[in-house]
């Protein structure tokens, strides 16, 4: 249904830097949020041209009929459509024409069947030209007049504002003290939503302390832009994990919740379901967990729900402590049996759905045949991208990237210089530092490059972001890459394995160090390796989702991986003491049992993204396969770093 009075407006704002998502993929949106019970959509992507940087221009004859077919697409699925404009780069408040220009081209947008608009002021210079210092005591009575004057000429439709300083990072001095907030929160028609993404551009956890505090400022409760699934500001990471960090005590103090995700539209299928669950569990209470289809249905799904609520008194309590009844890993848990049916769906790598057989949809084809041709600059019907960005090279249709098990010449050296190389007795741990309250943006980590050679792209959740001109995995290629026994096991293996091969004997520890670890074998899962490249798998997905999680923290996998990498390299010197003296310790035997289990675990991983680029979904493929791509290199460096500590064993 459509947000009525006072509904909490709850979906989806296409508001990142980068390419725009597809005419065909947002008509999927819409579809999907219908299902899942999703209510708003905003039109606001940064590098459409005639959104921001040419935002007087109005759209042409074919542009109009693109977003009038979205208009009618949204209204069909019960969506609300709302058009955003971003004239904060160069308009001139104080000029006349301007103002015309602005009306203009929201009045266009009108008859296109919109009924609701917002005017976006975010990520932009604070300083007014000369004129608009005349005639304006500062930039929020500029922004507020003007905004106020578009609403009253429009009707005073369901009207948003994104402000200058829409974060409390960019509240200055603080949300309590700041002008800006003080004049917009007054003057603003108290009709008009007030667009805010919490504490930071991208904020880990939003409390009800500080929306409390920013409505008290504004005068109105706000509407969320959630950058928690938002990408754009690094092209290396991907963020597949559950909607979690605002717990559902927010709902009554909100407007509404629109999350900004992934560039990559394929990828935001969990985002919007567990939005979708974190919106609903509030209201449906005990039925948090059943929210987005009815997982009862799956005897896996229900049994563990059933187990984690075993012990509950009769007063209901809240499953996690900072999310009311809202359960994330729940949530998450639902969304990823839905979102493996479409990884399932046959579909070309444009998007296009076909059958059974392989045969595209005659009338897709038709219709992308006829479509209108695309422009040379970014619109609203654009698939070309605009922003530098590396390119990855994409395996052909059904076959498996080759890219990656090049040259073994340059690991094998290191390997074999390493003759007197002897791990540190008392390794100090290099992950420790100097600890701090304040918790950085993931924006604020990345590795500081030369801006005056790198090419940049000013983004909302980074004012410069620098795009790197290749991946780790690409420029290591050779390093990452001495083990090619996966494809062999996975050819040779002998269907005489039994299920005792599943289990790693501890009284041959001292044989699993020279055959395991030294590289000649290791044993893998036997199951997985008799069915070989086959279908992707819910525990595949969900180590997937484990692998790309959310910007502040890594899935139970990935950290498991990375505390397991950490621990062996910390303890290599119990392998050296034990060559030396000839005689394993317990600490050797220990390590040498971690060790191939963790080369094992990583075999696993490998299996997993083979299967991943085989999916019958390949529009989803080829948009996650650089992220695949860099992880499977780094996943096979540090197998290959483990092998390489392996080989100071004692034989």
């Avoid at 409390?168 to 667009?195: N, Q, W």
């Avoid at 009800?208 to 928690?228: A, F, M, T, Y």
């Amino acid at each position: 249904m459509l947000p009525r009075n006072n509904e909490l407006l709850c979906g989806v704002v296409e508001g990142f830097y980068g390419r725009p998502w597809r005419t065909d993929q947002r008509k999927d949106l819409f579809c999907l949020m219908k299902r899942l019970g999703l209510n708003t959509y905003m039109y606001a992507p940064k590098d459409d041209a005639k959104h921001r940087a040419c935002w007087r221009e109005l759209y042409s004859v074919e542009e109009a009929d693109h977003l009038t077919a979205l208009v009618t697409a949204a209204r069909e699925s019960d969506v609300q459509f709302v058009y955003a404009l971003s004239p904060g780069l160069d308009i001139t408040y104080s000029s006349p024409k301007e103002l015309t220009a602005l009306k203009r081209k929201l009045e266009q947008v009108s008859q296109f069947g919109c009924k609701a608009f917002a005017i976006l002021f975010d990520d932009i210079d604070t300083d007014l030209c000369q004129a608009d210092k005349d005639g304006f005591q500062s930039l929020a009575h500029a922004q507020v007049s003007v905004t106020n004057e578009v609403y009253e000429h429009l009707n005073r439709p369901c009207f948003l504002f994104c402000p200058t300083e829409y974060c409390s990072t960019r509240a200055t001095p603080s949300v309590e003290s700041s002008e800006y907030l003080a004049i917009t929160g007054s003057k603003l028609h108290p009709d008009i939503l007030f667009m805010w993404t919490g504490p930071k551009v991208v904020s880990k956890t939003i409390t009800c302390e500080s929306i409390k505090q920013l409505s008290s400022v504004i005068k109105r409760k706000p509407v969320i832009w959630d950058n928690i699934h938002a990408n754009d500001y690094d092209q290396k990471r991907l963020f597949l994990g559950p909607y979690e960090g605002r717990s559902t005590e927010l709902i009554p103090y909100l407007s509404g919740v629109l999350t900004n995700p992934n560039c990559e539209f394929e990828s935001n299928f969990i985002a919007f379901h567990t939005l979708a669950s974190w919106a609903k569990s509030d209201l449906e209470e005990d039925k948090q967990d059943l929210a987005m289809g009815d997982i009862s249905d799956n005897p896996t799904i229900a049994a563990e729900i059933k187990l984690e609520r075993d012990g509950d008194n009769e007063t209901p309590q809240s499953p996690t402590p900072h999310h009311g009844r809202y359960n994330p890993l729940s949530a998450l848990k639902a969304a990823i049996v839905d979102w493996l049916e479409i990884i399932q769906e046959p579909r070309t790598a444009e998007g296009l759905r076909t059958d059974p057989s392989g045969l595209i949809n005659a009338n897709l084809v038709a219709a992308s045949v006829n479509a209108a041709p695309i422009p040379s600059i970014n619109t609203c019907m654009a698939v070309t991208q605009t922003t530098n960005s590396t390119v990855t090279p994409l395996p052909p249709e059904g076959t498996i990237s080759s890219g990656i098990v090049k040259n073994k010449n340059l690991m094998e050296n290191l390997v074999n210089s390493g003759s007197n190389y002897t791990p540190i007795m008392n390794p100090v741990s290099s992950l420790v530092t100097k600890t701090t309250d304040e918790v950085l943006e993931p924006m604020d980590c990345l590795p500081e490059v030369d801006t005056s050679k790198a090419n940049v792209v000013p983004t909302k959740l980074s004012s410069v972001v620098s795009i790197c001109p290749s991946t780790v995995s690409k420029n290591f290629d050779s390093a990452m890459q001495v083990d090619d026994s996966l494809n062999k096991d996975i050819n040779n293996k002998s269907d005489t394995s039994t299920d005792t091969e599943m289990q790693i004997d501890m009284d041959q520890n001292s044989k699993l160090i020279e055959d395991s670890i030294s590289g000649t074998s290791v044993t893998v899962l036997s199951e997985t390796v008799k069915h070989g490249i086959d279908k992707l798998t819910l525990e595949d997905v969900a180590l997937l989702v484990d692998l790309f999680y959310l910007p502040y923290e890594h899935g139970k996998q990935a950290v498991h991986l990375l505390e397991e990498c950490f621990w062996l390299k910390s303890n290599a010197y119990a392998v050296t003491e034990a060559k030396k003296i000839g005689s394993p310790s317990d600490k050797a035997l220990e390590w040498s049992d971690r060790a191939a289990r963790f080369v094992e675990n990583g075999k696993r991983m490998k299996i997993m993204f083979s299967r991943l680029m085989n999916i019958p979904n390949r529009s989803l493929m080829y948009e996650i396969y650089s992220y695949v791509w860099d992880i499977e290199g780094v996943i096979s460096l540090l197998m290959s770093f483990v092998k390489w500590l392996g080989r100071y064993s004692y034989k």
